[in-house]
């Protein structure tokens, strides 16, 4: 076993960065320490900066694309926590499943009957619930209520998990 150390520079903030790997001998060490000092050009601060801007604008992009309300609620800890929640699950959802989403009360009052014939069969008449448990079924729930909801408890509770 031989450790490589390389020593790099980021090409963003223009600081030292020490790059280190394990490796079967010294070639493959110095081959590492070569390939390293060539390539690696980004630290660890300006790389987890990049990417949580890159998050940051893929969330605000989704939010003004679907037009999600502002978030409303008790304190602005709670509104922070609630954007938070949300802007992590918007980073890792699926648009198709948002675009399914906002689309699903038109596509859904073209199947008025069969709608209320669940609802009569299962939810004790109730459209609504069968919109829920339809929308659920298909793994559209979360997005349909991010859609629609304000309530800073509610996006919590909806995102907690």
């Known amino acids: 076993m031989a450790k490589a150390t390389a020593t790099c520079i980021c090409a963003t903030c223009g600081k030292e960065f020490i790059v280190e790997a394990t490796c079967y001998n010294r070639k493959d060490a110095n081959n590492f320490e070569s390939y390293a000092t060539e390539h690696y050009d980004e630290c660890k601060d300006c790389y987890l900066s990049r990417i949580k801007d890159a998050a940051e604008k893929r969330a605000n992009a989704l939010i003004e694309k679907y037009n999600l309300p502002e978030i409303t609620g008790v304190s602005e800890k709670q509104i922070t926590y609630a954007n938070n929640l949300r802007r992590n699950f918007l980073n890792s959802c699926s648009e198709k499943k948002f675009e399914f989403a906002a689309t699903a009360d038109s596509l859904l009052a073209d199947r008025q009957e069969a709608l209320q014939a669940l609802a009569n069969e ?12 339809v929308l659920e079924a298909y793994g559209l729930l979360k997005y349909y209520t991010l859609l629609r909801e304000s309530n800073a408890g509610k996006i919590i509770e909806l995102l907690k998990d």
């Open 122 to 133: 299962h939810c004790a008449g109730n459209i609504e619930e069968a919109k829920i448990r």
